[in-house]
């Protein structure tokens, strides 16, 4: 396998793979697998990657870089952000708590999220955090509670503009839909004509400041076409509510996240040509049932090992060539709108692009199948699962991988690479791998992003630790679960307790 992915934090040493400079295999045998591994150095240069970029870019005013906390909520990792003087998109009353314990200024906490709980939006304007308005009930509350506030609060509207992009947004697994649409689909955002509604509202409250606005469209391209065409709509639609609420000046634009990381694991599972190759397989072997099951097994056991798949190899654009896009887009809409960026604050909230690199998956091979007969067949079953890596499933991923203590070895076999639950669990479908043996060690890269706060139980299957790298040394941040970790939640009724619960009549007047 040639390892001209490998950056930054990555490398290889020999046959072994290299986080920052700790073995892959190391940190297994030192805290158990499977593993969620965050370098802590990767964290850093990518902050500091997105600050400069957007900062040379955009020359009108201060750049504040507000890394997505769902996208990785491990107090550590959220301390270490902090202290590069990082602020914080929160979505929910327990993620804005995070950031508040971590340290995170609280005028850099951006409170999004639809809907908000009135003590969510209460807590968000105690402590002097931006509240994000992404529906008119948010201003129903903010209308309720703000005059019994000790301080000014201070409030952001959300917009969701059309943006006019055609081309086929990657979140749509069925088949191509414009972006735009889907886009226009999502819950975030207020329409112009209930943005308009609610920056009116809003400027008659006493004691609020409306600071400007904000949006966020997701990753739905990798592109910096997307990025253009959504900062062209973005001014024209603040330039717009502007203009409407009398001449309204912003102090704050936030343009949400987003942002590709550079080996973009995103979609890359969905094959449009799928349902052509699955036709004609169909077909072929309804036809070959005339020939018999030898026949059949051996023409579908060709075809099928022609069906192989492979990790994304083109390099999404980098964080200069987006913050390029972007600021020069934004700059010169606004200004040819009337909008002057001059002062203006720019804040981007970063989630996957901050976090995504910085993560690795380990887990050793737990067993390997190599079925012959009918035709071949080869399953090599790690021991975490899907469910460790749930949101990467919503978002239809193909991680790059690595065997980390075979690198360079030549791929020799075609297998499916599966997790351990009873689910199917097929990490990686069919993809080309070294000779392997159980207790190789298997490591699924850009994982850092949303993947373990989103992991789950299914199967009663305790979740893994989280460890944080730096340079040669290395600390669990999150402790792996025990199973009385998994089975804390669990309350028997009365009649259930005891050694066996003793049978009890069916009511029969509920059938
Ligand atoms: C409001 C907001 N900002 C930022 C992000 C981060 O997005 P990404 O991880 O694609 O950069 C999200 C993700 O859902 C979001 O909802």
Known sequence: MSDHTLDDCLSANADQLMIEKVAATELIRRF????YVVSENQVRRNVRRFQEAFQKGWTAGPVRVLPALKA?????VQRVLASEGCGADVYSAGELEIALRAGVPPELISVNGVPKAAEHIRRTLEVG???????????????????????????????????????ASDFVPEGPLPTDLVSLGYKGGLSLDESLEAGRRVLRIKGVELMGFHQHHGRHRATTDWWRAQMTAYARDIAYVCRELGGYRPKEIDIGGGYAIPRDPHAKAIDRTAPFQYGALYLLSRLLKLFGDRVRYAVLGRFVSMMTTSPNQVAAPGIDQYAEAVTSTLMSELGRRGVDPTGIMLQLEPGRGIHGNAGVHLANVCSIKRQKWPMPWNVVTLDTSEFFLTAGRFEHHMHDYRVANRMGAPAVQTADVTGRSCYADRLLGAVRLPDLQVGDTFALLDTGAYQEGSASNFNAMPRPATVMVCGAE??????A???DDVLARERLPEHLKG?????????????
Do not use: H, M, Q, Y
Request: aromatic letters at 4%.
């Open 474 to 479: 290395a600390w669990v941040i999150k402790a």
């Open 499 to 511: 050694k066996a619960a003793a049978p009890r009549p069916v009511d029969a007047t509920l059938s």
């Open 32 to 35: 158990g697998s499977p593993l």
């Open 129 to 167: 955090a931006r509240l994000t308005i992404d529906s008119l009930e948010d201003v129903r509350i903010l209308e309720s509670l703000a005059p019994a506030l000790s301080r000014v609060a201070r409030v952001r509207i959300r917009l969701r503009p059309a943006t006019g992009f055609a081309r």
């Open 481 to 483: 679960e025990t199973l």
């Open 72 to 76: 990785n909520w491990n107090l550590a």
